[in-house]
C-alpha cells in the first residue's frame, strides 16, 4: 500500500469542504490532482472515502470519516517530526490546536498558554473558543488534539480527565434581598427572578440543580453571553448561578456583583481535558496537560480571590477518577 503526505493533504481539504473546487482553491493546485489523490487513496486502501453528488460536491461516508480522523493525525505527527528535526532534537516542539469552553477560557487558559510557551517556545499553540456541542464535534472531527471543557454529556469515545471542580454559587446585585448572606440555598433563591446563562447544556445543568431538590427556579431573563448575564444581574434583574469565578464584583457597566456560596449538595462541574480515546496524544499535547495538572492548584486559587469559595475546591488528583454519583 503505497500513498504520499501529500495524497492525505488533498483528500483532507476536500472532506473538510465537501468539495474538490474548494478543496483545489485552498491548495493552489489543481482540481484534477485533488480528484487525483483521493481516486489513488481510495485504490490503495479498498475504501470508499466519499460519496459523489452530481453538482453538489462531495460527502465523506463512514470509512472516510474514520480515515480522515487517522490522516489528520498523521500530517500533525509528520509536521512535528519536522519540528523536532529543526529543533536538534527538542522533544516539545510543533503546533498545538486546542478548543475551551468561553466560561473559564478568558480566566485560565490565557496565563496558562503563557507559561507553556515560556517552558516550550518552540510550540505554536492556538486556543478557540466554543460551546459542548461543537466541542464535541470538532474534536470528533480532527480539527482539534484536545479539548478542555466540563464533564457534559461526553460520549463514550472521548476520554476525559478531571482536573479541576468548580462549584457552583450565586450572583445578585448588591441591592438584592438576599446580598447580605453568608450562604444561600436554592429552596431561598427560587421563588426570586432568575437570569439564565442560555447556553445548550449549561441551561441544562443549572435546572438540574433545582430538580436535584424538587424545586422549580423563576426564569425571568435569558442571555447568551457571561456580560450581559452579569449586567442583568448587576442592575438588579434577579441572581444567576455561575460556576467559573468572577475575576472582580463588577459588571461591565461598572455596577457591583455579589457572589454567594450554595448551601447544600449540589453537583460541581468538573473541569478537565477531553481527547479522542482512540487517538495517541503528541508530545506536545502531552506537555500542555502537564503543565495544566502542575498549576492546578495554582490557578484555582488565583481566580478563587474568595476564600469562602476556595474551600470548596477541589484540584483532582491525574490519576483520580470521575465520580459521576
Given at each position: 500500500m503505497y500513498f504520499t503526505l501529500k495524497?492525505?493533504?488533498?483528500?483532507?481539504?476536500?472532506?473538510?469542504?465537501?468539495?474538490?473546487?474548494?478543496?483545489?482553491?485552498?491548495?493552489?493546485?489543481?482540481?484534477?490532482?485533488?480528484?487525483?489523490?483521493?481516486l489513488h487513496l481510495e485504490d490503495v486502501t479498498g475504501l470508499q472515502l466519499f460519496v459523489r453528488h452530481h453538482a453538489q460536491g462531495l460527502s465523506l461516508t463512514t470509512a472516510g470519516r474514520q480515515f480522515i480522523i487517522k490522516s489528520k493525525q498523521l500530517l500533525v505527527d509528520a509536521a512535528n517530526l519536522g519540528h523536532y528535526a529543526n529543533t536538534l532534537g527538542k522533544e516539545v516542539a510543533g503546533s498545538l490546536?486546542?478548543?475551551?469552553?468561553?466560561?473559564?477560557?478568558?480566566?485560565?487558559?490565557?496565563?496558562?498558554?503563557?507559561?507553556?510557551?515560556d517552558t516550550y517556545p518552540d510550540v505554536n499553540i492556538q486556543c478557540d473558543e466554543s460551546h459542548q456541542?461543537?466541542?464535541i464535534h470538532s474534536l470528533?472531527?480532527?480539527?482539534?488534539?484536545?479539548?478542555?471543557?466540563?464533564?457534559?454529556?461526553?460520549p463514550s469515545d472521548i476520554d476525559f480527565e478531571p482536573i479541576i471542580e468548580f462549584p457552583p454559587y450565586v450572583a445578585l446585585a448588591k441591592s438584592h434581598p438576599l446580598?447580605?448572606?453568608?450562604?444561600?440555598?436554592?429552596?431561598?433563591?427560587?421563588?426570586?427572578?432568575?437570569?439564565?446563562?442560555?447556553w445548550p447544556m449549561s441551561r441544562e445543568y443549572f435546572f438540574s440543580l433545582f430538580l436535584s431538590q424538587n424545586l422549580e427556579p423563576n426564569f425571568a431573563h435569558r442571555a447568551q453571553s457571561l456580560g450581559m448575564v452579569q449586567g442583568l444581574v448587576a442592575n438588579g434583574f434577579g441572581y444567576s448561578l455561575f460556576?467559573?469565578?468572577?475575576?472582580?464584583?463588577?459588571?461591565?457597566?461598572?455596577?457591583?456583583?455579589?457572589a454567594i456560596p450554595l448551601s447544600g449538595e449540589l453537583r460541581p462541574l468538573r473541569l478537565g481535558v477531553a481527547t479522542i480515546s482512540r487517538l495517541k496524544s503528541t508530545p506536545v499535547a502531552d506537555a500542555f496537560i502537564n503543565t495544566l495538572k502542575a498549576r492546578s492548584a495554582e490557578l484555582a486559587e488565583s481566580v478563587f480571590t474568595d476564600q469562602r469559595f476556595y474551600n470548596h475546591l477541589e484540584p483532582k488528583k491525574p490519576n483520580e477518577p470521575l465520580d459521576v454519583s
Open positions: 495524497h492525505l493533504r488533498y483528500f483532507v481539504k476536500a472532506g473538510e469542504h465537501n468539495s474538490v473546487t474548494r478543496a483545489a482553491e485552498e491548495l493552489h493546485v489543481s482540481q484534477p490532482s485533488i480528484s487525483s489523490a483521493i490546536r486546542i478548543v475551551s469552553f468561553p466560561t473559564f477560557t478568558p480566566v485560565l487558559l490565557p496565563s496558562l498558554m503563557k507559561k507553556f510557551i456541542k461543537d466541542i470528533m472531527g480532527g480539527h482539534y488534539e484536545l479539548a478542555l471543557t466540563y464533564d457534559l454529556q461526553l446580598a447580605n448572606c453568608d450562604e444561600l440555598s436554592l429552596a431561598e433563591l427560587a421563588e426570586y427572578p432568575m437570569v439564565l446563562l442560555d460556576n467559573t469565578p468572577l475575576v472582580n464584583n463588577l459588571a461591565l457597566d461598572g455596577n457591583e456583583i455579589v
